[in-house]
């Protein structure tokens, strides 16, 4: 049996969409810029695709531009950012974030990134306390993509009253109600490939009147926020596959997720890392006590369960995920923890496979472990 559990890096494109895209490579294949009937056409295709992101997001469809992914519409946000601003981030974000702040401080600004508590949300005095007379930035992650746990993004922007407030929102997009009013949003990020859309296709919210460090140079395309001819048949499938998802999907994917979770912590020495309560509908990370997280992810690839160790770059390297570090795990619980991701495509004997090729891998690890059990 092959099982996916692995839905936070990517999800199977829905063959609706494969269909729906096709057209726009051999039918439709206009540039938006030309001006003709191929062209016009494709650029209202664009625009269908923007209405639909801006209607889930509470806004107009001129605030939304489109991007590469997730990874590029964080840069394009903190871009934004000069000699002498302050950033206020957290320790929890995705490298995407995490990297270009960094990226940033070498380019003199300054950035602050706040501690979260041990169930992974940030604390909201703290960052009162951060906010200076140079801070022009919050960038904090919405719903977490290793531990699942989702900020109170209302409470954040109530904060952020004359600073701009951007998300990340990749893995929350659909998952949860996101209205960029309300949150007090200038700036807001989405994915497509994470709700069955296809790869290398993200969206920008942009409040109206924010001027962008334009990093694309090029043509005048996104409302010459970002040079480039867009990915049309990308932006199609990203809209269709906003369309596709149904609140039942929703309601079923968390009920399964309890019951996932459940049951795994039947399995001795295991605890959840992230908030119970507030946490993405799809995600489960567990940490197995005495068990190298690795090892467990390989040996049940080979049962043909897809699971990952944190998030998909992290998982590349040997070093413990910094989101897991942040809320207190010790570096060997930290090794030994792993990601299961689920999508609206999971069933519930998929769970019943995975949830008994667990505890025979964890136990077979465990009894040829050489890490030292001290509590006996
Ligand atoms: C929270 C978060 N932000 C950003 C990204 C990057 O998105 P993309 O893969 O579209 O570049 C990811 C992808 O894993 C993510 O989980």
Do not use: W
């Amino acid at each position: 049996m092959e099982v996916y559990l692995d839905n936070s890096a990517t999800t199977q494109v829905d063959g609706k969409i494969i269909k729906l895209m096709n057209k726009y490579f051999s039918e439709n294949y206009g540039n938006p810029s030309s001006l003709h009937d191929f062209g016009r056409r494709a650029k209202e295709s664009l625009d269908k695709s923007r209405e639909i992101i801006a209607k889930k997001i509470n806004t107009n469809k001129d605030e939304i531009i489109f991007t590469s992914g997730g990874s590029e519409s964080n840069n394009l946000a903190l871009n934004i950012l000069k000699e002498g601003d302050h950033l206020i981030t957290t320790k929890i974000e995705h490298p995407s974030i995490f990297e270009t702040a960094k990226n940033l401080e070498r380019k003199g600004i300054k950035v602050t990134y706040l501690n979260v508590n041990k169930e992974g949300f940030v604390d909201l005095d703290e960052l009162k306390k951060s906010i200076n007379k140079n801070t022009k930035l919050v960038s904090i992650i919405h719903g977490n993509n290793e531990i699942g746990v989702i900020q109170d993004l209302e409470a954040i922007g109530k904060i952020c009253k004359n600073i701009l407030f951007h998300t990340d929102a990749v893995q929350s997009f659909c998952k949860i109600n996101i209205d960029v009013n309300k949150f007090n949003l200038s700036l807001a990020s989405f994915s497509s490939h994470k709700i069955h859309g296809p790869k290398g296709v993200g969206a920008l919210y942009v409040k109206k009147g924010l001027e962008l460090n334009k990093m694309i140079l090029g043509g005048h395309q996104e409302m010459n926020k970002r040079g480039g001819t867009e990915n049309v048949p990308g932006i199609v499938g990203f809209g269709e596959a906003i369309k596709l998802i149904k609140e039942n999907d929703i309601k079923r994917i968390g009920e399964l997720r309890d019951f996932l979770i459940k049951e795994l912590l039947k399995i001795p020495r295991t605890r959840l890392n992230g908030s119970k309560n507030k946490r993405l509908c799809n995600n489960i990370n567990i940490s197995f006590e005495l068990i190298e997280g690795e090892g467990l992810m390989l040996h049940l690839d080979m049962k043909g369960v897809k699971v990952s160790t944190g998030s998909a770059c992290s998982s590349q390297t040997l070093e413990p995920s910094h989101v897991l570090i942040a809320i207190g795990l010790p570096h060997e619980i930290a090794h030994g923890s792993i990601r299961f991701s689920l999508s609206k495509n999971t069933t519930k004997k998929e769970l019943l496979y995975t949830i008994k090729k667990v505890k025979e891998v964890a136990k077979l690890l465990r009894k040829i472990s050489p890490l030292k059990d001290d509590t006996k």
